[in-house]
Structures are given as structure tokens and as C-alpha cells.
């Protein structure tokens, strides 16, 4: 294939080995493949490929002025959830920081008959709560629920935070997940505004023009998504791979040559499977390709 870094992706989303990414929120260029080693990321033990979303200018601004990144851990749920804690309004809550989404959806106590399997979000022990009312309706793959618009203080780690963030409060849904997950909330970190809403991102609110998430290869391991830039130590000439990204909303690539086999070893047909490909989203949201 003349875009080698379309097979990486496969390889990355397949094997859970490791997914960043680089961006400026309403700027969408190219995913940069990179292999590279951990120094920057769990200490210089294995080599392992990455994924960066890079827009140069950006890149080479933030260096300038060397920016501070923060490294935050993704708690590992059998290989197929990672999620992290935030606060919202005082409280800690766990949350899958998403790609593939952009607003900032808890499960919250409003939602009387849900079940909560982990701490939802409780309003009325918030000093910083500012209530919207206006109620939408949010789908995604895994179901669809609904959510009362308000705003909160919201933080990341030691010094990321938006006193007065937008953000919905799941009062009823119908994703089967949410009644056993670990987590109670889907951060949304996409690269733009979510569609027919104006109201800044986390990320636009944070001002985070660059992240990474990364997925450990080991099973049970544990990931991180850094808030920042990501040091690319020991990514030589040979080790990069450029994919264009083409989505409006989405961190979207073409995918090329993908393939799977039965048991058999028979090969099975699949849409990517040849040289015209697929557009595939590179989503932290889910574990599984689809």
C-alpha cells in the first residue's frame, strides 16, 4: 500500500498496543504514525508503536514556549475499559475520556431509577452548579439517553480546570454499560464543537492543543492519557508514517488492507479489505473494531 500507516492502524486498534494523539481543536491535518520508545510515557523498557495527531505550526509554537504536560493514569477494566477520575463540582467521578465525542455527559442522581454502579453526580453537593434545564437527547453506539444541560467547575489533575463548564446530566438512558461500568461519565475530547452546539469543549476550555492516549500492550495494564505534549524520544527517520485525516468532526483516515481469518484460516471479506479501503475513526471511546 503507498499509506503504510493505514495498516498500523488496523494493527494498533487490534492489538490495543498504544493510540495518541496531537491536536488543535477545529484543525484537522494528518495522523502521524510513529514508532517510538517509552521514556516519555511508563519509563525506557519495550518499543512500541504510536499515533499522533500533529498539526506543525501548532507544534512548533507550543515548543517555543515549552508547555507543561500532565500524565494522567486510565485504569484498566478487563482490557476493554479505560477510564480516569476527574472532579466535577467537588467530586470525583470516573469518566472514559472519548475521541470519538465532544461533550461531557454523568450519569447523575436526577436519574432516580438508573442504576449506579459507581458514584454518580449529585448536583445538590455542588457550590458551583448553575443549572441550564435545556433537556436533548445524545446517541451513541452503545444506546441512546437523555440529558439536562447545566454547568460546573470541572478539573483535571493539578491545574486543568474550567470553572464554569458546559456539561449534560444523563436523567435516563439506554446504555446496557452504564448499569455495571466503572465509570459514570463519557468525557468527550474530539477535535471540534459537538454538531449544532456552539458551547466550548473541554478541550477548547482547557486550552490543550496537543494529548495522547496511550494503551499499554501488556494485558491488565494500565494506560495514560497526557494532557500536553508527548516527547517523541528515538522516533528515527524510518519510523513515521502519515495518514491524512478527511472527517470534518471526527479524527477520520482512510483504511487500507485489512484483513482477518477464521479459524480456518479461511480470509475473511470485510468492506476495508482492499486498495479503495474505508473511512475509520480512531475513537478512545471504544475497544473493539467495528
Partial sequence: SSHPGFRIVSQLLNEATSVPAMLK????????????SLGSVTGARHARRSTFLEHPQQVA????????????ELHNFQN???FADFNIGGQKIAGIFDTGSFELLVRSTRCSHCVHPTAP?????????????TVAKHVFGSGPCISMLGYDSVSVGPFLHSP??????????RISVLDSAKFAAIVGIGPNFAQGNRMPTLLMNYGVEEFSVCLQKPSGASGYLT???TEMKGAGKHEVATARVVGKHHWVTH????????????????????????AAIVDSGTSLIA
Fill in 164 to 173: 464554569e463548564q458546559a456539561f449534560w446530566e444523563i436523567i435516563d438512558h
Fill in 255 to 278: 483504511l487500507h488492507n485489512v484483513s482477518f481469518r477464521t479459524k480456518n484460516s479461511d480470509m475473511a471479506t470485510i468492506p476495508c479489505n482492499s486498495a479503495s479501503g474505508c
Fill in 80 to 82: 476493554v475499559q479505560y
Fill in 227 to 229: 494532557w500536553g505534549p
Fill in 61 to 72: 509554537e507550543k515548543r517555543n514556549k515549552g508547555p507543561v504536560s500532565y500524565k494522567q
Fill in 25 to 36: 481543536p477545529g484543525h484537522m491535518t494528518s495522523l502521524l504514525f510513529v514508532a517510538c
Fill in 121 to 133: 453526580y449529585d448536583h445538590t453537593k455542588s457550590g458551583t452548579f448553575v443549572k441550564n434545564g
